[in-house]
Nanobody
Framework: QVQVVESGGGLVQPGGSARLSCTAS????????MGWYRQAPGSQRVLVAS????????NYAASVKGRFTISRDNTKKMVYLQMNRLKAEDTAVYYC??????????WGQGTQVTVSS
């Protein structure tokens, strides 16, 4: 079973930027579309960005479109989320997992992003 580990979160000022990374184990990583999800306190986990297995197509939730960019490097088994012009409402725990598939990897611990002055 594929394991994922997210990193790169922290405290960021409004309008600032952060880059999240997700590393995955296993040899099937490149076969799956991947996504970044986030869960704010008291809310359900939602998908905010996704990318196809070969990286040729991406999709974004309306709330982050134009500010966030998802990318991947299959040679390193990594997925990234570049977050710009961060807002207080982006505060959440961010997770990576499969997207557009009936299969999912084991969920990692996530990485906390807090946007506050």
């Amino acid at each position: 079973q594929v394991q994922v580990v997210e990193s790169g979160g922290g405290l960021v000022q409004p309008g600032g930027s952060a880059r999240l990374s997700c590393t995955a184990s296993g040899s099937v990583f490149s076969l799956y579309g991947m996504g970044w999800y986030r869960q704010a306190p008291g809310s359900q986990r939602v998908l905010v960005a996704s990318i196809t297995g070969n990286g040729d197509s991406t999709n974004y939730a309306a709330s982050v479109k134009g500010r966030f960019t998802i990318s991947r490097d299959n040679t390193k088994k990594m997925v990234y989320l570049q977050m710009n012009r961060l807002k207080a409402e982006d505060t959440a725990v961010y997770y990576c997992n499969t997207a557009g598939s009936n299969s999912e990897f084991n969920w990692g611990q996530g990485t906390q992003v807090t946007v506050s002055s």
